[in-house]
């Protein structure tokens, strides 16, 4: 059973950066669109990031330009770097494995920007 584990969540003021990890177990790494996603109270899941196998990335327009996703398939870990973090970007953060319509998911962490 895959397992993904998030961490590097937490309270920071607005303009401050994070760096989130997920470190993966129990799956072919290399294989899988790697994914961060978030939820904030009373919204949808929405997609922040993605990172195909084939090093494609993907944002969404509200972190464009101040996040970025990486993964270092060696460790089997995926990162999200978030610079410039704003008050709407609090959220839960969860990390997503995506291979031929099979999805998994992290436990998720919390990411709060409150002065």
């Known amino acids: 059973q895959v397992q993904l584990v998030e961490s590097g969540g937490g309270l920071v003021q607005p303009g401050g950066s994070l760096r989130l990890s997920c470190a993966a177990s129990?799956?072919?790494?290399?294989?899988?669109?790697m994914g961060w996603y978030r939820q904030a109270p009373g919204k949808q899941r929405e997609l922040v990031a993605a990172?195909?196998?084939?090093?494609?990335?993907n944002y969404a327009d509200s972190v464009k330009g101040r996040f970025t996703i990486s993964r270092d398939n060696a460790k089997t870990t995926v990162y999200l770097q978030m610079n410039s973090l704003k008050p709407e970007d609090t959220a839960v953060y969860y990390c997503?494995?995506?291979?031929?319509?099979?999805?998994?998911w992290g436990q998720g962490t919390q990411v709060t920007v409150s002065s």
């Open positions: 997503n494995a995506h291979w031929m319509g099979t999805d998994c």
């Open positions: 129990r799956i072919i790494f290399s294989i899988y669109s």
């Open positions: 990172l195909t196998s084939g090093g494609s990335t």
